[in-house]
């Protein structure tokens, strides 16, 4: 049986459309369970899953506990678990119809111990989103690090939006660390350093809605810069000179725009610099704009890249500040206001 495990906080309407994704899949309704952890919710959660679980015929299961955070709850739902194989989603995501079905049939070979799968955007979203899946997802924005089949400039780590693995892995290295941020990169290096096969399966598909304003994107992503020094902290594997460079390129960039001022080599360094950075947003603007045949998702993607690896950039040197002036070994924090905005 699969376990699918589901935190979720103040998330009704996007529960709908999850659960509507599940109740319509390929896969036999009797080869899997559904696990909704609701972390504190207050707008009808319960009754809102309870009521989806009944029509689409689902054996789904509800836990409610008070507000913790997403790890807390994934290891609720993975305590609660009854399934051979624990999976992984996100309430901000659709899974795909044959999504269990193609885990199922991974998982059968025996060759994996874990596995992430790709997220993407779906042909209805809006602008917006399919531009911040762009920058999410492409090489030019990532890097392959967030799942690609072809070049990655670091190790692949399944993220929690679409992971799965089995349960001897959870019975060998536990539940989730109770971080604010990057908790299942931590959780997926424990998988790695446990001698678990781990690998990316491109068919194990969901469509992500993320982030639906610039603003929310930046402080996610802000975020996520000062989540890399945490996990640096637990682990240096988690902390390449790649995660480094979208730091480097904001500090270099704002130290070259002042010294434009004072020396002519500086202004034509940071002209060279603007230059190259005007040829990659071109050619983002080119490939996004033909993936989904749109000029208008590719004027945002451009945006979005830029917004993505400032607020990155800017989030990675936060926090490495923060770990130079602070005591002890508490974890640095970004945008503090609640975890789920």
């Known amino acids: 049986m699969i376990s699918v495990i589901i935190p979720t906080y103040n998330r009704g309407e996007e529960l709908k459309e999850l659960l509507s994704s599940l109740g319509n899949q390929t896969y036999p309704r009797d080869y899997f369970e559904i696990i909704v952890v609701d972390d504190g919710s207050t707008d009808g959660t319960e009754s809102t899953v309870k009521s989806l679980a009944k029509a689409y015929g689902l054996c789904l299961r509800y836990f409610y506990q008070e507000n913790r955070g997403p790890g807390p709850s994934r290891n609720l739902g993975m305590a609660k678990a009854r399934g051979d194989v624990f999976v992984f989603i996100d309430s901000d995501c659709i899974a ?34 399919k531009a911040i899946d762009y920058s999410m997802t492409s090489f030019i924005g990532t890097g392959g690090t967030r799942g690609r089949s072809g070049l990655q400039v670091a190790r692949y780590y399944p993220r929690s939006f679409n992971m799965g693995f089995r349960r001897e892995v959870y019975e060998k290295i536990g539940g989730m660390r109770n971080l604010r941020h990057g908790q299942d990169i931590e959780f997926s290096n424990r998988i790695h350093r446990n001698g678990f096969r781990v690998a990316f399966l491109p068919d194990v598909v969901v469509f992500h809605k993320r982030r639906t304003s610039m603003k929310r994107f930046f402080k996610q992503i802000f975020n996520w810069g000062v989540t890399r020094i945490n996990l640096g902290r637990i682990d240096r594997q988690m902390l390449r000179p790649v995660h480094a460079l979208p730091a480097l390129a904001v500090a270099v960039y704002l130290l070259l725009a002042l010294g434009a001022l004072h020396s002519r080599y500086a202004l034509l360094t940071w002209l060279g610099a603007t230059g190259l950075a005007g040829f990659i947003l071109i050619f983002a603007f080119i490939q996004a704009a033909l993936i989904h045949r749109s000029i208008r998702v590719g004027a945002l993607s451009m945006v979005a890249l830029c917004v993505q690896v400032i607020a990155y950039g800017l989030g990675f040197l936060s926090g490495a500040c923060k770990m130079l002036f602070s005591r002890g070994q508490e974890p640095v924090e970004g945008f503090t206001k609640h975890y789920y905005d």
């Open 96 to 129: 795909s119809p044959d999504w269990l079905e193609q885990i199922a049939s991974a998982m059968s070979t025996g060759e994996i111990d874990a596995f992430g799968g790709r997220d993407t955007f779906h042909p209805d979203f809006p602008v917006l989103l």
